[in-house]
Structure formats: C-alpha cells, structure tokens
C-alpha cells in the first residue's frame, strides 16, 4: 500500500504543483471553463488516467467550474499516487 508522504515532502512537492493547495489530507484544484459542457468535457477526460491508475478524483461540478480533491482513502492521507494524479490532471487542458 502507498505510504503517507512525510510532512516536508508535502511541503516541497506542494510547491512544484501550481494551483493546488493542501488541506489537511487533501489536495484541492479548482478549474474554470467556459460553460457546463466543457467543464464535462474536462471531467471526462479524468476517467481514463483515473481508472488507470485506479485513483479516482473526488469531483465537485458547479456550472463551469470543477473543483478536484485527492487524497489516499486506504493510507489515510497523501501519498505519491496523489501527487502523480494531480501532476496528470494539471497536464490536461
Ligand atoms: C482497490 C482500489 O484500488 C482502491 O480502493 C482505490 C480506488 N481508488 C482510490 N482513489 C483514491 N483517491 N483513494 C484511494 O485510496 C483509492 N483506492
């Protein structure tokens, strides 16, 4: 099982991850796009990589703006496999 990351390695890898912040166990993205359909469009292109990796997004869709959340359920808190998806779903446009 993923390890939970010590706290300076949040921390640093916090830092090469623009646009996300960090509460508690969770890391949090928000997006915004032009209407409803494009913010789908964005959510449907999560799948692939998500089930993949078989690490699923917590996802809050408002109109045009998508928050994602990532934590490790099984670990109890972030681990490698967060910061990966966050990195993958900060490479997709
Ligand atoms: C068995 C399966 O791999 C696990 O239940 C996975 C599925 N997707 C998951 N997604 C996330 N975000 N955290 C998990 O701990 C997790 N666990």
New binding site residues.
Partial sequence: MAQVLPETEIQERLRQLPGWSREGKMLHCERKFKDFVEAIAFVNQLVEP?ETA?????LEISYNKVTIS??????GGLTE??FQ?AQTISELK
């Fill in positions: 998500a078989a690490h699923h997004p917590d990532l934590t490790t359920h099984d670990a496999k967060d998806m």
